[in-house]
């Protein structure tokens, strides 16, 4: 299945100490073929992704395995979607 994750990050919250682990987790998702896209927002508030995963425990699983959601910098509104 496939998800799109609008990922925003936690106003007030500063994303500069925990970047080198988030964005290795994320490569290792990538890696995993989990994370399929990740669009960076130009105006810095966030990212769009789009997730392959068996169902949205998986994507929950994933997700929460990320540094920015375990210090709750970033926040995610998750909705399964089909690639047309």
């Known amino acids: 299945m ?3 994750v609008d990922a925003r990050f936690v106003e007030g919250k500063d994303p500069a100490p925990e970047m080198a682990a988030e964005l290795a ?16 927002r130009t105006d810095n508030t966030g990212a769009y992704l789009i997730l392959d995963a068996t169902d949205a425990a998986a994507v929950k699983e994933a997700l929460d395995s990320l540094p ?3 210090s709750a910098t970033m926040t995610f509104a ?7």
Not at 25 to 40: F, K, P
Not at 78 to 84: P, Q, R
């Open 2 to 4: 496939k998800f799109h």
């Open 25 to 40: 987790r994320v490569n290792e998702l990538r890696d995993a073929g989990i994370i399929e896209q990740l669009i960076r």
């Open 68 to 70: 920015f959601a375990r």
């Open 78 to 84: 998750v909705d399964a979607v089909e690639i047309l």
